[in-house]
């Protein structure tokens, strides 16, 4: 298993690699549907936004996806245990204290976004405020900050980012064909643009997918280092996965984000869930007792 100042190096690396790889497909994707379907113009708008699309992810993505879940700040006096396990916490990690934000919901989740542990953000639920004790909290907020330390959060917050500029595109280019009475293009290329219209997405998805899946388990881990005990996510966890409460707010875009699948009851998104199995990760915990 690579040691921890592997896995920031190689997060780092994965940052940079993304980002070149995304502007890429977003520029291949859009030249084969504008040549497919007959847009005009939109291979330079892709060009532009793909290119401005990874500087914004880089600088603002964690204030994009704090706007996009309808987050807001929080205050010490109103959730005083979240503020105080999160300081406590990242002096243990040896990270600067994040800024602190809730999402007013019944449902239980959470989440860490900002591209480096210098400008992080740790965001919970109300709903999982209220109903975990403290020594749960310490779990969860646990498993975020070892999102922060080992920069996860530039990695999954450029994606999200990225993902949503290239569903924006593809929209885009889709309503301009519709309205395009003139497209002479017909036969292969209009089944090769129809295709990438389709696949496009679902390619980016299974990307988000893969480079998440093996990160929680990392930062499971790098709770239990933190908090020196399993047993508080281990109940965490717990309550979580049998809460009934849908967050509304969250999105496919962001929900590699958050410290469970956000979209648990709906089977049709929890097919390309980011998150592996709560079963899988509790048997990994109870290992560590």
């Keep these: 298993m690579v040691n921890i100042y592997e896995q920031i190096a190689g997060n780092k690396r994965r940052s940079a690699f993304i980002i070149i790889f995304f502007v890429i497909f977003i520029i291949a994707v859009s030249y084969g549907i504008s040549y497919a379907f007959n847009v005009q113009g939109l291979l330079p708008v892709a060009i532009i936004f793909s290119i401005g699309s990874s500087l914004v992810s880089y ?153 998440s899946r093996r990160r929680e388990y990392f930062a499971d881990a790098g709770s239990v280092m933190l908090t020196r005990q399993p047993s508080g996510l281990i109940s965490a966890l717990k309550k979580i996965s049998v809460d009934p409460n849908i967050l509304k707010t969250a999105s496919t875009a962001t929900s590699s984000l958050y410290i469970n699948n956000p979209f648990k009851g709906n089977k049709i998104a929890s097919l390309f869930s980011t998150h592996p199995p709560i079963e899988d990760r509790l048997k990994v915990l109870k290992e560590m007792m």
């Design 59 to 211: 600088f603002a993505g964690d204030k994009i996806v704090l706007s996009l879940n309808h987050a807001i700040p929080a205050s010490r006096q109103d959730y005083f245990d979240f503020y105080t396990v999160t300081e406590n916490l990242a002096q243990v990690a040896q990270v600067p204290t994040p800024k602190i934000y809730v999402i007013e919901s019944d449902a239980m989740n959470a989440f860490a976004t900002g591209r480096d542990p210098e400008h992080a953000v740790v965001c919970a639920t109300t709903g999982l405020l209220a109903k975990l004790n403290r020594t749960e909290l310490e779990g969860v907020i646990g498993h975020e900050l070892s999102h922060v330390k080992n920069f996860d959060i530039r990695l999954m917050t450029i994606v999200s980012i990225l993902i949503g500029t290239l569903s924006i595109l593809i929209n885009m280019s889709w309503h301009i064909r519709r309205g395009d009475n003139d497209n002479k293009n017909s036969g292969i290329f209009m089944i090769i643009g129809i295709i990438l219209v389709i696949f496009a997405p679902l390619i980016a998805q299974l990307i988000q997918l893969a480079i």
